[in-house]
C-alpha cells in the first residue's frame, strides 16, 4: 500500500556545463555539483505525481553578486518563454520587492556572497500536467555579515508538459556547488 | 561579449557519462542569459538601493518633525 508523503525523484540524467564542473546522481537520487555554471534535471517530473518539491542548497564561486534561476524543461529543451515572477526581499529592516513579466526564467533564488550559503525549498506545482505551471520558493541568503530572506513566487503559463528543470547561475565566473533532491509529493 | 561553444556533460545513475560541445543554438541562447542576468543583477541592486534610501529619508523627515530615536524606531524599526 503506498505511502502518503515525499518520495524521491531520480533524475533519468543530469546535464552540466561550467570549466571544471562536475554532477552526479547518488543511489538515494540526490544530485551533487560542483562548479556548474548550469545543471539541468532531466526525468524527475512524472505522471505519478502533480505538485513536487525541490529541496537545494548551495554555495557559489564568483566575485559578484548574483542568484540562481530555473527553467523547466522537456526532452532534454529548456523552455525559454513566458516567466513571470515576483518576489519579496527583506535584509534587516531594508524591504525589497518586484515583478517581471514576460521572463526567460523564473528567479527562485537569491544571490549570495562569495562560498557563503543559500538554501531552501522551491515548490513546483503541475509541471507534468498540460496546464501552467506555478513555482514558490523560500530562500535564507546572506548579505555578507547575516541571514537574509527571499521570497519568490511565479508562473510559467505555457500549458505543455515539462519533465525536467535547469538551474542557471547567473554570471559568466560564477559558480554553484550544492546539492539537491526532488521529491514528489503521494497522495 | 561573445562566448565560445561550451561543453555539456551528461550523467546517468549508473555513472555513465557523455561529453558534447554547445549547439551554436545553445552557445547564442548562453550569451543571450548572460546579458540578461547583468541587467536583472543591476536593476536588483538599484532596487534595494532605492529602498533604503526611501527609509533614511522618512527617518530623517520624522526626526524633523521632533519626533525621537525610539518614537522614529517605533515607526520605523
Request: proline residues 5%.
Amino acid at each position: 500500500m503506498p505511502i502518503n508523503g515525499l518520495v524521491v525523484m531520480t533524475p533519468t540524467s543530469i546535464a552540466s556545463t561550467g570549466t571544471g564542473n562536475s554532477s552526479s546522481i547518488g543511489a538515494n537520487g540526490k544530485v551533487t555539483f560542483s562548479s556548474c555554471a548550469t545543471l539541468s534535471l532531466n526525468g524527475v517530473f512524472t505522471s505519478s505525481y502533480d505538485n513536487y518539491m525541490i529541496s537545494y542548497t548551495a554555495t557559489r564561486v564568483g566575485t559578484t553578486n548574483d542568484f540562481v534561476v530555473v527553467r523547466l524543461r522537456a526532452t532534454g529543451t529548456d523552455a525559454i518563454t513566458n516567466y513571470t515572477y515576483q518576489y519579496l526581499y527583506t535584509d534587516s529592516t531594508t524591504v525589497a520587492a518586484a515583478r517581471t513579466t514576460s521572463a526567460t526564467y523564473n528567479q527562485p533564488y537569491l544571490y549570495t556572497r562569495e562560498t557563503e550559503p543559500l538554501g531552501g525549498p522551491l515548490f513546483v506545482y503541475g509541471p507534468y500536467l498540460s496546464q501552467a505551471t506555478a513555482f514558490r520558493s523560500t530562500t535564507m541568503g546572506w548579505n555578507g555579515t547575516n541571514p537574509d530572506t527571499y521570497d519568490s513566487a511565479a508562473t510559467h503559463s505555457t500549458t505543455s508538459s515539462y519533465d525536467g528543470i535547469t538551474f542557471l547561475s547567473s554570471g559568466a565566473t560564477v559558480r554553484l556547488t550544492g546539492t539537491l533532491t526532488v521529491y514528489g509529493f503521494n497522495q | 561579449m561573445p562566448i565560445e561553444p561550451f561543453e555539456i556533460t551528461t550523467v546517468y545513475p549508473d555513472g555513465r557519462t557523455e561529453t558534447r560541445m554547445s549547439t551554436p543554438e545553445e552557445t547564442a541562447q548562453r550569451e543571450a542569459d548572460l546579458a540578461q542576468f547583468e541587467l536583472d543583477r543591476i536593476a536588483r541592486e538599484e532596487a534595494i538601493a532605492a529602498a533604503a534610501a526611501k527609509r533614511a529619508s522618512a527617518k530623517a523627515k520624522l526626526a524633523a518633525l521632533g519626533l525621537d530615536d525610539d518614537e522614529v524606531a517605533a515607526l520605523l524599526p
